[in-house]
């Protein structure tokens, strides 16, 4: 007998493995296929879909492996923190990615764009699973702040959420977040219970209470799943019925489990790794084959070999390709239209123009110093003149403030980040309106000096008078 499928295993070593299941000496066998060690950290989730597989571990990264080609496709960078889950959604244009960072990132394949990303999907807690409807529109994640949330994945925000902190059955770590595959239901674990949650009423329609803690389930039809508990068996549940059935499948507790048509594949902590026949009707399991595979599994998808074809040929190494650099999630591009300018020398004119009229008014004083013994009348021009000036001040430090208050009104309407520019137009034109006021200035002042001061007989002083 032989399944075409490989099993895609990671392990707490930082190895993803592969297996196929092969005829050896007229029985079938669990043989290896590949061993790869890309992850610098034990590997806590794999997700396969199609021909890609994706691996997440406690080293913040992301492979994606092209197994048509048996060969890295990507590496992601979209983590600060242990990606705790992953999972493709059913139409194979994304995939969804949840860390310890308290991030939750969509991912788009081939070109490996950020589509979307939750910073604070959870309010800044840990993202520990994420699991999507099979329609695509929905999904569900689960974090450290005990709180349910489901998303809309067509509008990329959450449509409700659900507090879980008050059912004291699931504990403070609940598990297994799984979608039924018509999506009617979807499960969560906790300590020693499994509860079964129906779409259209929001809330539990059966929980079931277990010997054991449950590690891992899978659905094997719409309405009946199975369950992997700590002591090695695995419980045989159905939604609508109170019925339920334990079968011995290991010796130590069962880690993962996944399955495969009419095949289930699971893995035991103590490394052993059996694959079953799923006889549904007399609520059965038929071992096919086992191995031991020397590590601790700790996560295991399925791929499908058939998709291939015939002439697919199995590598027993999967290659790093040269050309594949890590990606970073790249920034939002800014909006269009929207430049926010800094002068450089905005400072030194105003210095210049702080200066100049420091200048006019020490030449002022000297000249009163000068001339204080002229009469009224060059009093009475000189104050004319001085009012021209300050009218024509007044009016360009109008003008300045409604530019600079224009300035202000754009900076507020749009707080973007400032983009540092060279010289305007319309500073080159405040520039050329100081200098030609600087010439006017120094005009007036040469126009003053070259004047001829008018000479007026001296006054006798009263001592000359006393002496007469």
Not at 278 to 299: D, H, V
Request: charge should be negative.
């Amino acid at each position: 007998m032989s399944v075409n499928m490989e099993i895609i295993i990671g392990t707490y070593e930082e190895f993803l493995l592969g297996y196929k299941i092969d005829i050896k000496d007229n029985k079938p066998a669990i043989i290896q296929t590949f061993a790869d060690k890309s992850h610098s950290g034990s590997i806590r989730c794999v997700a396969v879909k199609d021909q890609w597989v994706a691996s997440g571990a406690t080293d913040d990264r992301i492979f994606i492996y092209d197994m048509s080609t048996r060969k890295q496709a990507q590496i992601l960078l979209s983590h600060d923190g242990t990606v705790n889950s992953l999972a493709f959604t059913p139409d194979g244009t994304h995939l969804l990615s949840a860390a310890d960072d308290g991030r939750m990132v969509a991912t788009r394949l081939k070109t490996w764009f950020n589509d979307a990303t939750w910073k604070k999907a959870h309010s800044g807690s840990n993202v520990t699973h994420v699991s999507c409807h099979p329609s695509g529109k929905l999904a569900l994640s689960l974090g450290s702040d005990l709180v349910l949330r489901t998303w809309n994945l067509v509008k990329g925000r959450v449509a409700y959420k659900t507090n879980l902190k008050s059912r004291n059955t699931l504990g403070f770590q609940p598990d297994c977040l799984t979608w039924s595959p018509n999506g009617d239901y979807f499960t969560l674990t906790g300590q020693r219970v499994v509860e079964f949650w129906s779409i259209k009423t929001a809330d539990v329609v059966r929980s079931q209470k277990t010997k054991s803690k449950p590690i891992c389930l899978v659905w094997i039809a719409d309405d009946v799943c199975l369950v992997g508990l700590e002591d090695g068996k695995i419980l045989w549940l159905t939604v609508d019925s109170e019925d339920e059935k334990e079968i011995v499948a290991h010796n130590s507790r069962v880690k993962a489990m996944h399955s495969f048509k009419d095949n289930l594949v699971t893995a035991s902590s103590s490394g052993e790794i059996k694959v079953w026949q799923i006889i549904k009707n007399k609520q059965k399991l038929k071992e096919i084959a086992s191995t031991n595979i020397g590590c601790r599994p700790t996560c295991l998808g399925v791929l499908d070999l058939e998709q291939f074809g015939t002439n697919y040929i199995i590598s027993s190494t999967i290659e790093e390709a040269k050309d594949v650099k890590p990606i970073k999630p790249k920034a939002m591009p800014v909006p269009r239209g929207i430049v926010t300018i800094e002068y450089d020398n905005e400072d030194d004119s105003k210095l210049d123009s702080d200066g100049e009229e420091d200048e006019d008014e020490d030449d002022n004083e000297d000249e009163d110093d000068d001339d204080t013994e002229n009469d009224a009348d060059s009093v009475a021009e000189e104050d004319s003149d001085d009012a021209e000036e300050e009218n024509d001040k007044g009016v360009e430090e109008n003008e300045t403030s409604e530019e600079s208050s224009d300035d202000c009104d754009e900076e507020e309407e749009n707080p973007e980040p400032s983009v540092r520019l060279p010289k305007s137009r319309k500073h080159k034109m405040q520039i050329l309106k100081s200098q030609e006021k600087g010439n006017k200035k120094q005009k007036l002042d040469n126009s003053k000096k070259q004047q001829p001061k008018p000479k007026f007989p001296q006054q006798k002083s009263n001592k000359q008078k006393l002496k007469k």
